[in-house]
């Protein structure tokens, strides 16, 4: 019992030092990124994933350089795929769901 407290203990504490707040966001824009907050789905259909500099996960970022593989739908653009054609993206040994990023930031 012991053992299952700690570790709920441990990992709840986890959470709160990886989660991105609105401080980490601002963050961010002082560094030149310009911030989506939202689905994929919305300001991602006009913008190339070329132009893509992370994701944005309840836990934190995701730079786009430290991503295995980014798997886009099969009826995307195939020259100039979109932001929003995103299904999946693998990171180490975790896949992440395209609908657990808040939002994504790009290049300005």
Do not use: N, Y
């Not at 030092?17 to 991602?44: C, H, N």
């Not at 996960?57 to 009826?75: E, F, L, T, W, Y």
């Amino acid at each position: 019992m012991k053992i299952i407290l700690l570790s709920l203990v441990l990992f709840s504490t986890i959470q709160s030092v990886f989660a991105l707040d609105q401080a980490g966001i601002d963050q961010l824009k002082k560094q030149g990124f310009e911030v989506r907050m939202g689905e994929l789905t919305g300001a991602g259909s006009r913008l190339s994933l070329s132009h893509l500099a992370g994701f944005i996960h309840p836990h934190g970022i995701v730079m786009k350089q430290d991503c295995k593989s980014i798997a886009v739908s099969q009826s995307s653009d195939k020259v100039d795929p979109k932001i929003s054609d995103v299904t999946k993206v693998v990171v180490d040994q975790s896949v992440i769901q395209a609908s657990e990023f808040e939002g994504f930031f790009t290049f300005q």
